[in-house]
């Protein structure tokens, strides 16, 4: 089966950037939508950003303008680059590849998560 693994997360200061890696074992592609979820300490796990292969690209308002997804077809890799970072986004990431239309529910394939932790 298709795996995915994150990796990237860490400790930073508020106002600086990381960016994460979603590796998979195969194409990663071969599902309609391969994105990224948050869970922040005491809230459920919710969307951040999902793309297609073709192109289009979907965020969570409250990371637009500072988070960018992007991939590597070459190397089966999906990033998120996050910038301007604050405490709200303090989180532990997952990497998502699904076939689903829906933003919603836990639908297809997860990593185990990378944390990011955002301090002031």
């Known amino acids: 089966q298709v795996q995915v693994v994150e990796s990237g997360g860490g400790l930073v200061q508020a106002g600086e950037s990381l960016r994460l890696s979603c590796a998979a074992s195969?194409?990663?592609?071969?599902?309609?939508?391969v994105g990224w979820y948050r869970q922040r300490p005491g809230k459920r796990r919710e969307f951040v950003a999902r793309?297609?292969?073709?192109?289009?690209?979907w965020y969570q308002d409250s990371v637009k303008g500072r988070f960018t997804i992007s991939s590597d077809s070459m190397k089966n890799t999906v990033y998120l680059q996050m910038n301007s970072l604050t405490t709200e986004d303090t989180a532990t990431y997952y990497c998502n590849a699904r076939n689903a239309h829906s933003t919603f529910g836990d639908s297809g394939v997860w990593g185990q998560g990378t944390r990011v932790t955002v301090s002031s």
């Open positions: 195969g194409s990663i592609f071969s599902f309609n939508y």
């Open positions: 793309m297609t292969e073709g192109g289009k690209r």
